[in-house]
């Protein structure tokens, strides 16, 4: 139960990565100004979490059953929390889904959309109305630099993210006149085992009904550059976490929060030419025209970002 003066921190999907830090960053905040609610689908995993938190499991942080993908689990969830009050709603949940689109089944599809989207609009709508009673409140969610900009072979985890921006964007004007913050989480690449296990995996898949050139173009072409763009930007769980303590603790917390500074240029290009050509080509050109060229950038970079500068890199400044 909240001590007196903690502001009550619901958390999804925390069995690890980085709704795990997320959750055990302000468990252990040193002014104990949180009383945290870690959730995840399966209790039974949740032994990686415990560890982590350490001696405020029990004590700052507590931990619920709850299935973002479930009407029945939310609600659940939510009722199980004193007085159904929630401060700050952390939405991470999320799922991946990597590879030629020809190979992903509609149902695959839908599956990726009722977590990343549908998932987060169970949680606000079941939050939203006692937080709009008390004219208080401040809604995280976490989506990703392909919410704003397209990413090959990514096209359906980046479909759920852009509807997800669209949604958020709009809610942001209504829920600015009950006092309720809506704050977005953009990060760039992020290394945690979920990433590296689903990079592993889609390069043993055959893919079966793709032609031979698509094939070859994701995995010896696309899996390779993605592989550089990680090592040389990616950031860690933990970096995120601090920019999410960063953004509830501001007295005028930002709605667009891009996480890794080294991806302001690349989301820019977008912007920079109404026409769309612009960023389209450029990403074209730096995949199958200039990729020798991309490998040894990346590398550079690699070797200039230091976990000294890639700290620095931490939004919001």
């Known amino acids: 139960m909240a001590s007196s003066g903690q502001k009550v921190v619901l958390i999804t999907g925390c069995s690890s990565g980085i709704g795990l830090r997320i959750a055990v960053t302000?468990?252990?905040?040193?002014?104990?100004?949180?009383?945290?609610?870690?959730?995840?689908?399966?209790?039974k995993k949740k032994d990686k979490l415990i560890e982590a938190a350490g001696d405020?499991?029990?004590?700052?942080?507590?931990?619920?059953?709850?299935?973002?993908?479930?009407?029945?689990?939310?609600?659940?969830?939510?009722?199980n929390v004193k007085d159904r009050h929630i401060d700050i709603l952390i939405n991470n949940a999320g799922v991946g889904l990597l590879g030629p689109v020809e190979s992903i089944s509609i149902e695959e599809m839908k599956k990726v959309f009722e977590t990343n989207f549908f998932g987060v609009v169970r949680m606000i709508k079941e939050v939203m109305p006692d937080m709009k009673k008390r004219r208080s409140g401040h809604i995280v969610v976490m989506s990703s630099v392909m919410g704003l900009q397209g990413?090959?072979?990514?096209?359906?985890?980046?479909?759920?993210?852009?509807?997800?921006?669209?949604?958020?964007?709009?809610?942001?004007?209504?829920?600015?006149?009950?006092?309720?913050?809506?704050?977005?989480i953009e990060p760039g690449p992020v290394?945690?085992?979920?990433?590296?296990?689903?990079?592993?995996?889609?390069?043993?898949?055959?893919?079966?009904?793709?032609?031979?050139?698509?094939?070859?173009?994701?995995?010896?072409?696309?899996?390779?550059?993605?592989i550089d763009i990680f090592d040389a930007m990616g950031q860690m769980p933990d970096d995120i976490a601090k920019c999410i303590k960063k953004v509830i603790e501001s007295s005028s917390p930002r709605f667009r929060?891009?996480?890794?500074?080294?991806?302001?240029?690349?989301?820019?290009?977008k912007y920079a030419d109404e026409t769309g050509g612009l960023s389209v080509?450029?990403?074209?050109?730096?995949?199958?025209?200039?990729?020798?060229?991309?490998?040894?950038?990346?590398?550079?970079?690699?070797?200039?970002?230091?976990?000294?500068?890639?700290?620095?890199?931490?939004?919001p400044n």
Do not use: W
């Not at 468990?27 to 689908?41: G, N, P, S």
């Not at 405020?56 to 009722?79: H, R």
């Not at 891009?258 to 690349?266: A, G, R, S």
């Open 191 to 226: 290394h945690t085992e979920f990433e590296t296990k689903m990079m592993e995996d889609v390069a043993k898949m055959e893919y079966p009904g793709v032609d031979a050139d698509t094939v070859r173009y994701f995995k010896d072409v696309y899996l390779p550059s993605s």
């Open 56 to 79: 405020t499991y029990g004590k700052t942080l507590m931990l619920l059953p709850l299935d973002v993908c479930s009407d029945e689990s939310v609600k659940q969830c939510i009722n």
């Open 26 to 43: 302000l468990a252990k905040d040193e002014k104990k100004r949180y009383h945290v609610i870690a959730t995840m689908r399966d209790l």
């Open 257 to 269: 929060n891009l996480t890794n500074n080294l991806y302001t240029p690349i989301v820019a290009l």
């Open 281 to 315: 080509n450029t990403f074209y050109n730096l995949l199958f025209n200039f990729g020798p060229l991309m490998h040894i950038t990346m590398s550079i970079l690699k070797c200039l970002t230091c976990s000294c500068l890639r700290r620095r890199t931490i939004s």
């Open 151 to 184: 990413v090959v072979f990514n096209d359906v985890y980046t479909a759920s993210k852009f509807a997800m921006e669209g949604f958020c964007e709009s809610m942001a004007v209504q829920l600015m006149k009950f006092n309720i913050r809506l704050s977005m």
